[in-house]
């Protein structure tokens, strides 16, 4: 609801303000109501809240529209009374409740964390959060289910639904990559590896990547997390989280070294410590000096390249 419309019903501006005025319509709302009569209890809530929009006077319009179904006008009051300085317990209630009801679950969080800061043992703001909680739960798995069967059609798209060069599609043939899952498991230079595969293809193909918010490589990380894992779990008691989390730049390596691990993503000691020789001799124009030397320098920190099982 915009603010001009919002304005309009609690008809802001002090100078309007007529509290007996007000208060006589007010009553006159409340006795609607008692009365049964809900359509014209708005109508003098309305009426009490344009001459005086007290926080009492905006709550039970709101109130009242929550009843009828009135539920957007009924959250822009709420928001109102809410948003002073001092606010109101009950509209904080009452809106975490349309909140939860719309599937906003942070906001309504947030509604009774706000009472419960103030009273951390008030007993319906802690029967809500309960139930708020247990919609978060159930909301956000709903929401992580819909995501994984998104991904997982994603992956299974077969790349030769995306536009590639022939060239480019002639190489992932024959490298036996048929999907899009298929390429995130393979890196820069595994690609750049391969015989007749350069540049331009490489390129190519990370675009078409990038425009997914995908990027090779990137099925593996949680592989290569894992043996992180291990890696710190061998060497703990030696401080070797230290020495694991130091950046590759430590070594001080050649230029063509550099760039090789620049093209396998490897920042710490740590990640280079998880790959083996064949994935480092994989890169293009990545040598046996290159290997030496990168062997050479770990071992100033008591570490090995990964060897395969």
Known sequence: MSQDVLDTIIGAGEGSADPQAAAARYQAGLDAEAAGDRELAIEEFRKASHLDNSAQYLFQLAYMLDLVGEEDEAIALYEQVCSRQQPHMNALINLAVLYEDRGEVAKAEKCLKQILDTDPNHQRARLFMKDVEASRDMYYDEEKARDLAKRSALLDTPVTDFELSVRARNCLKKMQIRTLGDLLRITEAELLSYKNFGETSLVEIKHMLTTKGLRLGQGLEGEHSQMRREIYEHLRGQASETVLNKPVSVLDLS??????????????????????????????????????EIKEKLTKYNLTLRTLE
């Open 255 to 292: 230029v063509r070294s550099r760039k090789a691990l620049q093209l396998l993503n490897i920042q710490t000691l740590g990640d280079l410590a998880t790959r083996t020789e064949a994935e480092l001799m994989g890169v293009k124009n990545f040598g046996a000096t290159s290997l030496d």
